[in-house]
């Protein structure tokens, strides 16, 4: 398999992450939706809150729980998924999933300009010539 790899360490700890595969990427997106899809429309603002909230650890631990799959391929990847929901802090799993993004290129627009622009360097006055 030729999928990129990066070795996410946290505190003592260290995991290789492997970027998702194309078919995976979809499903990433089809996981939101369900998620989106399945929260409370007539929740109050705390409770809308406390939706986003678990939104955005779900879809993380989805994400991190396939590229971790994609280095093992012999574990069974909803078991990865639920221990990482039980086990990883948020500051852990927020940092793998957005390693996974980059890998993944699943990044947004404005990070892409971004990282081209740091790639151009600083942009270079000509001399006028005068």
């Not at 003592?12 to 369900?34: D, G, K, N, P, S």
């Not at 999933?97 to 699943?106: G, I, N, P, T």
């Amino acid at each position: 398999m030729f999928l990129e790899k990066a070795v996410l360490h946290y505190g003592h700890e260290q995991v290789e992450l492997c970027e998702l595969t194309a078919l995976q990427r979809a499903e990433y997106f089809e996981c939101i939706a369900e998620l989106l899809a399945s929260g409370d429309s007539n929740a109050t603002d705390a409770g809308k809150g406390a939706a986003l909230l678990r939104l955005n650890t779900e879809s993380n631990a989805w994400l991190v729980s396939r590229a971790l799959w994609n280095g093992n391929r012999e574990a069974d990847v909803f078991d990865i998924y639920q221990q990482i929901l039980s086990d990883w802090p948020e500051k852990a799993l927020s940092r793998a999933a957005e390693e996974v993004m980059k890998l993944s290129d699943l990044g947004t627009h404005e990070e892409a300009q971004e990282e081209k622009k740091g790639a151009a360097g600083p942009a270079v006055k000509q001399p006028d010539g005068n």
